[in-house]
């Protein structure tokens, strides 16, 4: 018997194109301890099908970025699991985290996070140098992706010389670069007036079906909410609904 025999939705399965681009279990997160603990996530469990946009919306303090820090591996869980493309986080070692976290995820935060010393290009070029891709290969790519949001002709200016928006889009395009399994976006209209989030979460929205990435944004925004395949909607670190 193969393995892939084993079963209805066995961790064989989950690594095959069809199967879920997120596993979240009863996910726990305490911050501090004692009388001051603050039990930000208290059993959080859903799954990211592949190829989704899944919105997670909540109030504030509801436990989102608790979530998103976690699923993206910048910070380790108190209890549950997180299969990411078919990896279980808890067996990666630091090295193997760093590279999961920079060649399979691609972040996008409230704040866009651009280096306002580099041009668009440059920005959007970071994580290809990190990769070590070569100029050439790298130059190509940028351009490419500076087109698919839409900002071929701004690509010498520096984040300060561009609007809310027109930062927020080379954000999207730096954050897929190295071509990522996953997007995950902190509240990305968040510092935006709403047409121009709107616009934002269109391009997120294309951007999800045209290179066949997954995402998993959390958000206040209702337009946005609009656009997601699947809404989950947290409260006092718990899932209370799976739209
Ligand atoms: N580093 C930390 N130390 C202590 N408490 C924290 C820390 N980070 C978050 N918390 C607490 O955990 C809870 C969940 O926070 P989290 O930032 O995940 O919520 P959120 O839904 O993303 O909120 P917002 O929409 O305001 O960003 C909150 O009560 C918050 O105060």
Known sequence: M???????????????????MVVVEDLRRTYGSGDTAVHALRGVSFNVPR?????????SGSGKTTVLNLVGGLDTPDGGRIILDGTDLAG??????LALRRDRIGFVFQSFGLIPILTAAENVGVPL????????????????????????????QRPGELSGGQQQRVAIARALANNPALIIADEPTGQLDADTGLTVM???RAVVRSESVTAL???????????????????????????
């Open 202 to 204: 269109d391009l997120l």
């Open 92 to 97: 990666l070692g630091d090295d193997d985290l």
């Open 129 to 156: 140098r990190l990769r070590k891709v070569p100029a050439r290969e790298r130059e190509a790519r940028v351009g490419l992706l500076l087109s698919l949001v839409g900002l071929s002709d701004h690509a010498d």
């Open 2 to 20: 193969s393995e892939q025999s084993g079963g209805h939705g066995t961790l064989a399965d989950i690594g095959t194109p069809t199967g879920e």
């Open 51 to 59: 190829g989704e946009l899944v919105a997670l919306r909540g109030r």
């Open 217 to 243: 944004v959390a958000t206040h925004d209702t337009q946005l909410l609009a656009l997601a395949d699947r809404v989950l909607e947290l409260r006092d670190g718990r899932i209370v609904e799976d739209v």
